[in-house]
């Protein structure tokens, strides 16, 4: 076991943890952003530097300061060792300028993009971003790839987090996409546009942490702010067949994986159960999904923090959990 101090905070992980990870066992504002990271991903992390974090003592039998900003997601914890985020100005400012960089070439299409709302990148730009920008070039373009009919490829969003690519390789038996390219022409895509059509593909939409990759069959249908997540669940031959569903009215809308609080998969799904399931008798139903409050997917949603589980009879287990760590809301407070 390691002990480390994040941001003042004194925490004991096991050996080996890395620091973001560390700080994910606090809790809270202080943890550091992550853009391409993504824990059931193996080989993830490393590349959007978005959580760079200040080391100020590498450890107790070497108390230095490491010379630069080091990446919290790929970085292991040392006895002993002082981590700065959020106390750091230097930190904080280093951020604000890979703010600058992912939307050099981003296009800022918030307006019509699906996934508005849900956006890791919209979320980084509004914590750690400034208003105004200072690149003055021309955006880079890409020609439009068809990579099948379930899932809407825009390059032009795309971040190279590849976090696409690790999930096809680790989930699927064979990869058709990946990066091609080299420098400033590096790009997602196909080779001589393969169509992406395997039973798990499905998953790098729930991965992409921009809208690079979106549904092509929830493609401009609402708003997810305008939709209310449910979780349920069958029984599938292929996954797990727990899932969130998003209603409009009594409508099926999309079918996504459920995630925890830092937007990763907790189990992956199958195509069937998310293209192909999108009606009520479908499912299990067990009752609305908790949602951050923070998230503007939260608008005008109620049902779980008024819910008191002493006059509901049969409450689904979900949403017993989900009370457990959101308690209800109590008059006057």
């Not at 195509?271 to 999904?289: I, M, Q, S, V, Y």
Request: net charge negative; glycine share 8%; aromatic share 6%.
């Amino acid at each position: 076991m390691a002990k480390i101090t994040f941001d003042g905070i004194e925490v004991e992980v096991p050996d080996g943890t890395t620091i973001l990870n560390a700080a994910r066992t606090i809790g809270g504002g202080i943890v550091p952003p992550a853009m391409c990271y993504y824990t059931p991903l193996k080989g993830s992390g490393g590349k959007c530097r978005a959580c760079l974090v200040r080391v100020a003592a590498g450890s107790t039998k070497d108390p230095r300061p490491m010379p630069k900003l080091v990446a919290s997601c790929i970085t292991p914890v040392q006895d002993g060792m002082v981590v700065e985020n959020t106390t750091s100005e230097q930190v904080l400012n280093v951020r604000k300028g890979i703010v600058e960089m992912l939307l050099i070439n981003h296009p800022l299409d918030c307006p019509v993009c699906d996934q508005a709302g849900e956006c890791d990148l919209q979320n980084f730009a509004f914590e750690h971003g400034v208003s105004t920008t200072r690149y003055e070039e021309e955006r880079r373009t890409f020609e439009k790839i068809d990579i099948g009919p379930l899932i809407q490829l825009h390059m032009t969003r795309c971040i190279l987090c590849y976090r696409c690519v690790y999930t096809a390789d680790q989930l699927t038996p064979g990869r058709v996409h990946g990066v091609l390219g080299r420098g400033d022409a590096s790009e997602i895509g196909t080779y001589i546009e393969n169509i992406i059509d395997n039973d798990f593909s499905g998953n790098v939409i729930d991965v992409c942490p921009v809208g690079a990759l979106t549904d092509k069959t929830w493609r401009f249908k609402q708003r997810v702010w305008f939709t209310k997540p449910v979780n349920a669940h069958r029984d599938c031959p292929k996954c797990t067949g727990n899932v969130v569903l998003w209603y409009k009215g009594k409508d099926v809308l999309r079918v996504t994986a459920r995630k925890n609080e830092y937007g990763e998969v907790k189990e992956w799904i199958c195509n069937e159960c998310r293209f192909e399931k999108k009606e009520t008798a479908d499912w299990t139903l067990e009752g609305p999904a908790a949602i951050d409050r923070s998230s503007v997917i939260s608008a005008n949603h109620y049902e779980l923090p008024v819910v008191n589980p002493q006059i509901i009879a049969d409450l689904p287990e979900s949403s017993v959990r989900d009370l457990e760590q959101n308690p209800p809301l109590k008059l006057g407070n």
